[in-house]
């Protein structure tokens, strides 16, 4: 605000009302309060009582180089009419009315005073322009013209090899972990990369395979609350292993399943690490009824009796939650004499909360003796499967397992099963393992293993080392082949 250039008040024929009707679009001002307005160029303050505008020194310095062209002279009246309106009540004003006054409504009402600065500042008349402005509009479209054209030819291209080979369009499927086993399936299976946060809130990964594109998520911060809602297609990971699992895994499906919820959803997908007695009711009851599932990957020897196409059964892998790394066969010396025929080390628990009673030390440990063993011994537990089997084949150590059924609904209606219970997908891919019905068969294990050559035990770490990686490979074609098909 400025100055002591005052403006004369203008005369009766324009009313305080009619000022704020002029500048409305500016600014609401209130008619018994002052109200300031300000935009960096013009102040001004509007009063019933004093009907007087005041005008800032640049604005003023900006209206004297505007001349009275934009005005003519009515005769009947002699007040300056703007030529500008187009209506039926042009604006008029009386002929003593300041130049400035005549400005402000220029610049306001039909912004001539702004179109004029900025063609001067530009130096270009509006003819050049339009003209530069042409010219400008044809180079464009001569540079980008061979590429839009080439761009067509090659999508035209791929759209009929992708047709003639069978090949869906590029699809997007979010997979989301809410189980330990998640991290076994993105880094081991899928061998994807998770761009971990600093304080693992929030974790992610992004993969293409062939015409599939993965999005991972993980962490704590992943809740039905907080998690994206415009997805269509999704994979999640959970856990129902034991109650307070199933009531989590439950609360997740059920949110899902909400189409106030998640409104786009249309394909479901679970991966599920099952209960260690194959309990899982639960979940083969929740998916008779809803259509959006359309598969279930579920961790340990899964019931026949479950529909075939819709159940398939997911390797238990290795212990991820304890950072147990994914091992990559050339990391793994296989020509060294190893110190041990067979080992037993396992990881101690308390029941039921599944927190390792390990330090550093024990887990470095652990690994020291997986590479240095020639056989490491699987004993069954609450179920016969065990993180170990695969730890040790990561190091091209033999398992040598217990192929003892243990008790619950895994036992049921196992006996047309052709490959055999447990272990199912073990013995479906022919895993270089070792199986033992009783553990007084193993000292006659070690005396074999004390006369075989040392080219020999080399040649079997090789074998299995190769075994187990075509086997997350494996699980990995099985796992796309069935989510193409299923996911329409």
């Excluded at 415009?230 to 997740?252: F, H, M, Q, T």
């Excluded at 009796?305 to 212990?319: K, T």
């Excluded at 240095?372 to 730890?391: A, H, K, M, W």
């Excluded at 895993?431 to 040392?454: G, Q, R, T």
Aim: with cysteine; glycine share 4%; net charge positive.
């Amino acid at each position: 605000m400025s100055n002591n250039n005052t403006i004369s008040p203008i005369e009766n024929t324009t009313s305080t009302s009619d000022l704020k009707k002029r500048f409305e679009k500016r600014k609401i001002i209130d008619e018994h309060n002052p109200v300031n307005y300000n935009d960096g160029e013009t102040s001004l303050i509007f009063s019933s009582s004093q009907k007087e505008i005041e005008l800032d020194t640049q604005f003023i310095e900006e209206a004297t180089k505007t001349t009275y062209e934009y005005y003519s002279i009515e005769k009947e009246t002699s007040k300056w009419v703007c030529n500008e309106c187009n209506c039926n009540r042009p604006k008029k004003y009386s002929s003593k009315t300041s130049k400035s006054i005549l400005d402000y409504h220029l610049k306001h009402d039909h912004e001539i005073i702004t179109r004029k600065k900025k063609r001067n500042m530009s130096g270009l008349s509006k003819e050049n322009s339009d003209k530069i402005d042409r010219n400008l509009l044809i180079f464009i479209i001569a540079c980008c013209l061979p590429f839009i054209l080439v761009e067509k030819i090659l999508n035209n291209h791929v759209s009929i090899n992708l047709k003639s080979s069978g090949i869906h369009e590029q699809k997007q499927v979010y997979v989301w972990g809410k189980a330990a086993i998640s991290e076994y399936f993105w880094t081991h299976i899928i061998e994807g990369v998770v761009q971990r946060s600093n304080k693992y809130i929030w974790d992610e990964g992004v993969i293409q395979i062939n015409s599939v594109k993965l999005v991972y998520f993980t962490g704590p911060a992943l809740l039905p609350e907080t998690a994206p809602k415009d997805i269509k297609d999704l994979v999640v990971i959970l856990n129902g292993r034991e109650e307070k699992k199933i009531n989590a895994s439950l609360k997740w499906l059920n949110s899902l399943l909400n189409k106030k919820l998640f409104p786009l959803l249309q394909n479901l997908g679970i991966i599920m690490l099952g209960n260690e007695q194959c309990n899982n009711s639960w979940l083969i009851d929740l998916c008779k009824q809803a259509l959006k599932i359309k598969f279930v990957f579920i961790v340990y020897d899964i019931n026949l009796s479950y529909p075939p196409y819709f159940y398939y059964q997911w390797p238990l892998g290795v212990a991820t939650y304890r950072k147990f790394p994914l091992i990559k066969r050339n990391d793994v010396d296989l020509h060294s004499q190893r110190m041990y025929f067979c080992n037993f080390l396992g990881t101690i628990y308390i029941r039921y909360s599944w927190l390792p009673a390990e330090t550093k030390e024990t887990f470095e440990l652990y690994h020291k003796i997986l590479k240095q063993s020639d056989l490491t011994l699987c004993p069954v537990g609450f179920n016969s499967e065990s993180y170990r089997i695969y730890e040790a084949m990561s190091y091209g150590s033999v398992p040598v397992i217990e192929d003892v059924m243990t008790h619950g609904q895994c036992s049921k209606d196992f006996s047309s099963d052709k490959h055999g219970a447990p272990f199912r997908l073990l013995k479906t891919y022919n895993a270089p393992v070792m199986y033992v019905h009783d553990w007084s068969e193993l000292l006659s294990i070690i005396e074999l293993e004390s006369k075989m050559p040392h080219v020999e035990k080399v040649k079997r770490r090789e074998a299995i080392l190769r075994w187990y990686e075509k086997f997350r490979s494996k699980m990995r074609d099985v796992f796309l082949e069935v989510l193409s098909k299923r996911f329409k």
